[in-house]
């Protein structure tokens, strides 16, 4: 597989490979192309991903169908009053898909945490070589990952997808996107009684996975798949170079009138500003750019890489979008208390140069196994 330029808006262009990405079983591709290739706006994108999710399951195909009302969901606003119906139904045929077509073997559990609940899902194999956590990101639920990570239960790892505050089921319950995701972590290890694993963090996830190493030492292994050290960097990379130099600015000036108002002006003028700030305060439970921003600030791993001294793999896609190639770079640069770093950055020549290698996810977790196989397993033994 390869990552493929079919939208020529950058961010559809985006979303559109995360479901190319697996192939014949998650979407028709011919039919995917060709419908979302001129797509220019956000009703268009809801329109067209939810008829290519409505004919899929009326002829069963689940799987297509999941996938397809996911994208539809993703560029939703909050004020829609179709986003948590489309959600529902989304992972209501996820799971038919799990059960009807894939045939996964799974749990799903409700981990009690501040008197709510988080969404969990335990895939377990016969012969377990040890406990593995993963974790999403920004704009992730854990359904859309069971058919990715399954190759890692297919290897051996009895695999535990869980989401936190602001993540999927959480928002809900109201529990909103945080930066302190070790009290998630935590939560988790003491209802299964998990003394020792691994964890992998997807996209913001790889944030996440980190600050939970270090301050949770059951974590003997963690991968950032991809890098991802200050939340706040990545939210003003979204915008040109002068623009950026100016929201961070305002921001670090606390010119609040001003960030807000130059803000609400870019989410008019660019669909991944739009985009990332709804998104983003719907989560956050914001309602201003200046409180989102001001919760994203917290989003760091300065000051924390010396408490992070397991082993240790940093992933990253030399064409990543989204996460500044800098993090990479100063994440390596900073962990120098980790007991072992591995650290990998995909080219275009090899593939898997985007961000958490969409287009080529296969890369990743086919080098995610050879290093869990010959660390965390021989930490194991």
């Known amino acids: 597989m390869v990552y493929e330029n079919i939208n020529s808006i950058q961010q559809y262009n985006f979303q559109i490979n995360r479901v190319l990405t ?3 079983l998650a979407c ?3 039919v995917v192309r060709e419908k979302c290739k001129n797509i220019k706006t956000f009703d268009e994108w809801i329109e067209v991903w939810n008829s290519i999710g409505e004919t899929s399951k009326q002829k069963n195909n689940y799987l297509k169908a999941a996938y397809a009302f996911r994208m539809a969901e ?3 606003k909050s004020t829609d009053s179709k986003k948590e119906k489309i959600y529902k139904e989304c992972i209501d045929c996820f799971y038919k ?3 009807n077509e894939l ?4 749990k799903k559990y409700s981990i009690p ?3 709510k609940v988080l969404n969990c899902i335990r895939m377990t194999p016969k012969s377990s070589k040890g406990i593995l956590l993963v974790c999403g990101g920004y704009d992730s639920f854990i359904e859309e990952f069971v058919f ?6 297919q290897q051996g790892y009895d695999i535990i997808l869980f989401e936190g505050p602001g993540q999927g089921e959480c928002l809900l319950y109201k529990l909103y996107f945080r930066y302190n995701f070790e009290d998630a972590t935590s939560a988790i290890l003491n209802y299964f009684n998990i003394q020792k694993c691994a964890m992998i963090g997807i996209s913001w996830g790889g944030y996440f996975a980190m600050r939970s190493a270090a301050f949770e030492k059951r974590i003997e292994a963690v991968i950032a798949y991809d890098v991802l050290d200050n939340g706040f960097e990545v939210m003003t990379n979204i915008f040109p170079s002068l623009i950026c130099k100016i929201v961070r600015h305002a921001y670090t000036h606390k010119k609040i009138t001003f960030l807000n108002n130059i803000v609400k002006f870019l989410m008019k003028k660019s669909v991944i500003a739009d985009w990332a700030f709804s998104q983003g305060m719907y989560i956050t439970g914001t309602s201003t750019p200046y409180e989102f921003y001001t919760n994203l600030s917290k989003h760091t791993l300065n000051d924390i890489t010396d408490k992070i001294t397991q082993d240790v793999l940093l992933l990253a896609g030399e064409k990543d979008h989204y996460v500044p190639i800098q993090q990479y770079y100063r994440l390596k640069e900073n962990l120098s208390n980790a007991h072992s770093l591995t650290c990998k950055l995909f080219t275009v020549k090899e593939g898997g140069e985007q961000h958490c290698q969409i287009g080529n996810h296969h890369i990743a977790i086919d080098y995610i196994v050879c290093w869990l196989n010959d660390t965390f397993m021989k930490n194991e033994n």
């Open 74 to 76: 993703f560029f939703m």
């Open 103 to 106: 045939h996964i073997p799974y």
């Open 28 to 30: 028709d591709m011919e």
């Open 148 to 153: 990715q990570v399954y190759d890692l239960v």
């Open 22 to 24: 697996y192939g014949e």
């Open 97 to 99: 898909a799990f059960d």
């Open 113 to 115: 945490f501040e008197n």
